[in-house]
């Protein structure tokens, strides 16, 4: 029978699920599976997991939790090829989106169906990204979500109204090969992926293993902005709104000149003046569905 190490984060989201039931459901869709379960501690996790993996030579790592979740788990693969599901536990789930995973339904028949795919990460500085990362808007949202101490959806909602029309612009500077770009935007975003948990289209170029990554400036000045910036949001055209900026690269740099908060993965980042970002083609291989958009590439 084959191995698998089930990572399960307890604190994820709002997920309402007890030990027992979660014992239960493995049970039941993990059949084939002789299966290990991790629960995180949030104490020394990357290390352990590590271990688990060194010891168990698992055929198939499972990440039960939010974007950090699984983040971790496939830092802890170390460069090894086994593949990573995924069980969206966390509060918005945008990788599970990005890889076609919207209920907790699809996730165990991804596992099922298991078409495994190869994914790229973004390295910025020295930290993996899978999703997004960005400075601006959304890092001021999940930094005062993470001080409010808040759990699920409800809490990016309550805060997301006075945040999106409350921030200021701040000054950036992008840097591509020798071409310095002055930027003003209200955010900027690093994206591997190309939505937001919520669904926000925020990367209309997004693909997830074509050896490149997207920097969009996004800068609304008025309320007739803000309009069209929300339904580029929702109708995946944010390309072609007024006040918006994009450019597909392998490498940048940008410079953070007036200390806009900045997040990788849902984790808000200590101060960052400048960041080097690279891609790093076909890093991890994840079990995708059908809705996972590649673009084929060896």
């Not at 983040?71 to 802890?76: H, L, P």
């Not at 990204?129 to 993470?146: R, S, T, V, W």
């Not at 072609?240 to 490498?251: A, C, N, Q, R, T």
């Not at 101060?271 to 291989?285: D, G, L, P, Q």
């Amino acid at each position: 029978m084959l191995t698998c190490l089930f990572v399960y984060n307890p604190i994820s989201g709002d997920n309402g699920l007890g030990r027992d039931e979660l014992d239960e459901i493995i049970e039941e869709e993990l059949v084939d599976y002789s299966v290990y379960l991790y629960e995180t501690t949030g104490k020394d996790d990357y290390k352990s997991i590590q271990q688990e993996i060194h010891n168990l030579k698992p055929a198939l790592v499972i990440a039960a939790g939010g974007d950090g979740t699984v983040k971790m788990v496939a830092k802890s693969l170390g460069g090894l090829s086994i593949p990573i599901a995924i069980i969206p536990f966390g509060s918005a789930n945008g990788l599970a989106k990005c890889m076609g995973i919207d209920t907790l339904e699809e996730s165990w028949e991804v596992i099922r169906r298991f078409k495994v795919q190869h994914i790229d990460a973004i390295i910025i500085n020295d930290e993996i990204c899978l999703h997004l990362a960005d400075f601006g808007i959304n890092a001021n949202l999940i930094q005062k979500f993470e001080q409010d101490g808040s759990r699920g959806m409800l809490g990016y909602v309550k805060h997301s109204i006075g945040e999106i029309f409350g921030t200021d612009s701040m000054k950036f500077e992008l840097k591509i090969e020798d071409e310095i770009i002055a930027l003003t935007a209200k955010m900027v975003v690093i994206a591997n992926g190309p939505r937001y948990g919520t669904g926000a289209i925020v990367n209309c170029k997004g693909v997830m293993d074509d050896g490149k990554f997207e920097v969009i400036s996004i800068n609304p000045e008025t309320a007739e902005h803000y309009l069209k910036m929300t339904m580029g949001f929702v109708n995946g055209d944010l390309d072609d709104m007024e006040g918006i900026e994009s450019w597909s690269v392998s490498s940048c740099e940008i410079s953070n000149l007036e200390g806009a908060v900045f997040q990788i993965d849902g984790e808000v980042m200590d101060s960052t003046h400048k960041v080097t970002v690279r891609i790093e083609k076909h890093a991890f291989r994840f079990l995708v569905g059908e809705s996972f958009s590649s673009c084929q590439s060896s």
